[in-house]
Structure formats: C-alpha cells, structure tokens
C-alpha cells in the first residue's frame, strides 16, 4: 500500500480519493443511521435495471428522475440528500445541463448511497484484501488504477471507466469559463455605442468610458475562459485599444496613440483578425502622416492595403494613401490611390468585420468625399477640393445623427476656406469659418487646431494687408484654442 494511502478508522478499507472523511461510506452511513432518519432509498430501487443502466452509463439526470419516481421523493428531498440545488437538479432531470464535476458526480452518488456493486470503478473503495460487496458511497475519486501497487487484476472495463471519468474531468476544467456569452454581447455592445458616439460626442467622457470597457476586457483576459471566448475578447480588446489610439491622436499625443496601436496589433494577432490588423495599419499611416514622419505613413497604407478585405476597410486604406501621399507632394500616388478608392467603391462587398460596430470604425460616403476634397486641397486643386468637401458637408448634414463627424465636417470646410482664400473670396471663407469659430472647446480635436493654424498663415500673406476682412478672420483664427488636455487634467 502507498504511504500516502489512508484507511477507514472502523473497518480499515482503503479510502477513496474521493472520501474526505476518517471514515468509509458504509461505516458513516451506520453511524448516520443511528443518529437521525431522513429520506433515503430504498434498498429494492437499486435492483432496478434501468437505474443500473443510467448509472453505468454516466446518465445521472435519468438515473435521478427513475430513483425519485422508484422511491417516490421529491426533488427537495432529492436535493437535501446530494447537496445540490433544487434548480439544478431540476435542469439535470430535463435534460438541459450536465453533471460532468467529478466532485458533483462523487457528492450525488454518496448522498442517494449508491450501493458500492453499482458505482463506476473510479469512485470504488477497495479492501486491502479483498472488495467488498457491502454497499458504500464513493466519497473523492480514487488514483489512477495501479496493478502493481493495489496488487490486483485490472479489467478493461475498470481502465475503460477511468478514462471516461478522466476525460469529464478534463472536460469540465477547459469549459470552465469567467465571462458568459451573455457578457460578451455586452461588452461588444459598448463598443459598439462609444465607436457611434465618438464622431459627434465630446472626447472626455467617452475616454473615460472606453477605459473603464479595456481594463474590464483586460481582467478578463487575466482570467480563464473556453478559446473561443478568449479571441473574442482578444478581438474586443484590440478594438478598444484602436478606439483610444484615434482618441489619442486626437487630444495630439501621438506617443499614447502608437502604443495603444501596438496593443491592439498585439490583440488583432492572438484573435487572428485581418480586418483589425488592417484598420491598425490604416491607423497608423493617419498618425504618421499628421507627424513629422509623413514619409512613412506611405509605408503603413502598402501594409495595410495587403490585409484590407474589399469593401470599407479597403476604401478607407486607399483615402488614407491617397491623402498622405498629398501631403508629401506625390501626386501620381495620390491620384493613383484615389483611382483604387473609385475601383474599392464600384465592388460588391460584404460587411466588414470591424464595421459592425458602427461610427468611427466605418467609412461613409461622406466621410470618402471628405479625404477626396483633402486630397485635391493638399495638391492645389482648389476646385476640385471644394466639389468634393462640399458633397460631404451636405451628405453629413443630411445624414444620420449619429453619423456626423463633427471633427472630419469642421475639416472639410476649412478645405473650402483654403480654397476660396486661394481665389481670393475672403468674404466667402469667412461663411465657412464661422461654424467651425463656433464648434464648443470639447470637441475641438487637435487636428482642427493644426489646420486652424495653416489657415492664419494664409491669412497672414502681404496680398491681403489690405482687407479688412482678412485682417479680422487672422485673428480669429489665431487665437483659436483646441481642445487643452493638461487644464482638462487638472479640473477632472
């Protein structure tokens, strides 16, 4: 017998595993018997054949419903005698959940006093000299079987329920899970509701809610849940980190932004989601190109054009290529990237996998002819530019609420302002500043403030000294304050 082997305090069998107790089944339950009566089964329902059946065949919700008619209990009684609830037992009998906990299967069958003859061999206490057909509960699962060590012939049938209990109980330990599906919806919803909310909400307390969804994905993660929970959330995460990424950007710490990109590409490899890694390229190119390092934002849109599915996700790498492009004065790539925007819009596509959730992580109309007016406006061609800025004003004020972009319809009418200021039409530029004089501190983005600023520049050019008009839209201009991240610190 092994060292660590323990035996019953009355009778001296070997215990099982499974049996926390000093004492055997049978002998607690004669010492049970001579201290209370309670509901309990008869001794004529276990030479039923099919109890034995249910029993040999793991199928306890059967074997419970046929013991409590054979021995007319109810399920309370059921109940008071395994420990396990009511509802659960309730749901075993129906059909509609499982009993795969070893600990559970070990507590039922010791609390009905399965007769020993009846358990399944891992829940068998054995004699040291002998197996006894006195009927006993199992208490824990007993060790793996070792003819060597109990000295005893080991049946394939003995093998053969070993491993059925083995493979339940590892069943039960990789399905064991700390996030329902239920949960999981939720936290999709959320993401969904910040991703629409942030084109036309202020940023601050969006922020805050995307942080509060991205530590409680995180803590999940930390926990334990089936694969396919574990890249859902993988899939979530990513997108909460690309979400603070643009959030980032927009308050102008661009440092923040790439490492939540990083974060999210990190995300977007475990979850195996192309589309997210082609949004996290495409978001990258649009950081880089309001940086210094606008060279290399060309770099990300090959990148990410190599993982962009047809449809938006597409449309939207070729916008972003085409307008950074501009930015360094390389016209041909930049009409050749607006050619394979038009190409990308003509497809037939199916929903992209980001694009459920809805706001900034889609790419309208408007929002195309918003980076095509861009475009146009960064290589000179002011009519073509205004065309197209004005077909995405119109389209966002015709559009769905939650669809306007505050901060790309305040873009696109400085693209107008750049182009009636290059014609000379000052009064005209003026009609388009003034919403965007207007727009509330909070939804002021940074990228507002950088172009607001160009803008007085061209105000500012000796050809103008003498307007009037001119003269007052610099100094509006000048002064115009983005959204201030350290005073929203400090007042938070």
Known sequence: MRKHARVCADCGCRLSQYNQDDRCAACARDRRFDVHAGPRVPDAVWHDVEVQTAIAAWDFGRASRLIRTRARLRQDDMAHMTGLSQGFLSMLEAGTRRLTNLDKVAKFLSGIETPHALLPPPFREHDAHSTSATPSPPGRVAHKIDPVSTGRTVGLHDLAAQAAAE????????????????????????????????????????????LSTRDQIFSLLSGHQPPRQTCELFLLGGTSCLLLAHASQNL????????????????????????????????????????????????????????????ETRIRTAA????????????????????????????????????????????????????????????????????????????????????????????????????????????????????ILELPEDRRIRQIGDAMQGVARLLEDPRLARSRIARELADATRGYQAIDTRAKALTS
């Open 167 to 210: 493979s339940l109980q590892f069943t039960e330990e990789i399905t064991k899970s700390n996030v329902s599906d239920v949960e999981l919806e939720e936290l999709e919803s959320r993401i969904a509701r910040i991703a629409t909310d942030y084109v036309h909400a202020p940023l601050y307390p969006l922020f805050r809610d995307l």
């Open 252 to 311: 102008g710490d661009q440092d923040s932004a790439v490492a939540q990109l990083q974060t999210a590409w990190t995300f977007a490899e475990h979850a195996g989601h192309t589309d997210l890694r082609a949004w996290v390229k495409g978001t990258a190119a649009l950081i880089a190109e309001w940086s210094t390092h606008q060279r290399t934002a060309l770099d990300y849109t090959k990148q990410a054009t190599g993982l962009a599915p047809s449809g």
């Open 320 to 435: 972003i290529e085409a307008r950074a492009a501009a930015r360094i004065g390389d016209r041909s790539t930049a009409l050749a990237a607006l050619e394979e925007l038009q190409r990308a819009r003509d497809q037939r596509t199916a929903a992209d996998g980001l694009t459920r959730f809805g706001g900034l992580l889609t790419f309208p109309e408007a929002k195309q002819e918003y980076y095509i007016g861009g475009t146009y406006a960064l290589l000179g061609d002011h009519h073509e530019a205004e065309k197209h800025a004005t077909a995405a004003i119109e389209l966002y004020e015709g559009g769905p609420r939650e669809q306007r972009s505050y901060g790309d319809e305040a873009l696109a009418r400085l693209d107008i302002v750049t182009a009636r200021i290059a014609a000379g039409e000052i009064e005209g530029a003026g009609e388009q500043l003034q919403p």
